[in-house]
C-alpha cells in the first residue's frame, strides 16, 4: 500500500512562500486567490497488508522525522493498491 | 581545551570553524564525521554551518537524526557545552537541544552581508567577553534563518535571559529579532550568524573572537 502524507505550515505561522504565490496569481488575474499556502507531499510505498500498523508507523515517522511539529500539521491518507 | 568540530555531507563551515578554535584556543580542534556513534572527550564541540544533506526535507532535519547528534543529545544533557552556527542552529533546533524552528527568510531572498547585532545577555559562558548591549558586526549567510517559536517560548527565552544576540535590523523576520539563544542550562547556544568568520581582522571585523575566548575562559 501507499501512505501520502501532505505536510503545511500551522495555520498561525507566517508563510511567506504562500503569500507570494497569492500575490503572483493576483498579478496574473485569479482575483478569487484571497490565500495561498504552500506545503509538500511525500509518498511512501509500504510492504505491509495491515492498514492500522501502517497508519501508526507513518504518525510515528511524521512525529520524529517527515514534519517538524514546531511549525508544520500533517495529514496521512492511507491508499491500498490493487 | 580540546574542542571538536563536526562534520556533515556538505557542511561547508567546519573548516572555518576549526581555524577560528586553533587560533584562539591554541589547538587544533578534533574533526568528527557524522556517522560516528560516540563523541572523544572534549571541552566544547560546534555544529558548523553549510547545507547538511542538502538542505533536504527541512534545513538540518535530516543531519540532526545522525548519529553522533545523538550522543551530543546526551552529552549536551549533562552539561557539555556545544554551540550551532547557521546550519548549526537550524540542527540544533531539529534535534530538540533549542526551541523553535527557522524557516525561510520573509524577503524569500537568500541574505548574505555584515549584520549587526546586539550582545542582549553577557552572564552567559558563550558572551561574559562582550560588553553589556554591544553591538558588534558579524556574518550572515543563510536562506531559513527566520526565527519561529510560540508565544509562550518567546515569553520565556525572554524572561529567562535565553536570547544572547538580536540583530539590529532584522534581516530575515525573525521573531523579536532573534538572533541567537541558549538552552535552559545555558550550555547549548545557536545562532544564525557566523561568529567563525569574524576572527580576522582581513575578513572585514573581529566582532566573534570575544565569543570564543567566553568559551575558552568558562571551560578552564
Redesign the interface.
Known sequence: MKAIIHIGLKSGVLDPQGRTIARSLAHLGFDSVTKARQGKTIELDLDTEDVDIAKLDVEKMCKQLLANTVIEDYQIEIVEQD | MQSAVIVFPASNCDRDAATALEKITGHKPLMVWHEETTLPKVDFVIIPGGFSYGDY??SG?IAA?SPIVQDIIKKAGTGLPVAGFCNGFQIL??AGLL???L??????RFVCRPQKLQVVNTQTMFTSGYNNEEEITVPIAHFDG?Y???DDTLKKLKRTGRILFKYVDNPN?SQNDIAGISNQAGNVLGMMPHPERAIDPLHGGTGGIALFKSIVEAVQ
Open positions: 526535507l527541512r532535519a537524526r533546533t531539529e526551541p523553535g524552528a524557516m525561510r527568510n520573509k524577503g524569500l527566520n519561529y517559536a510560540d523576520g
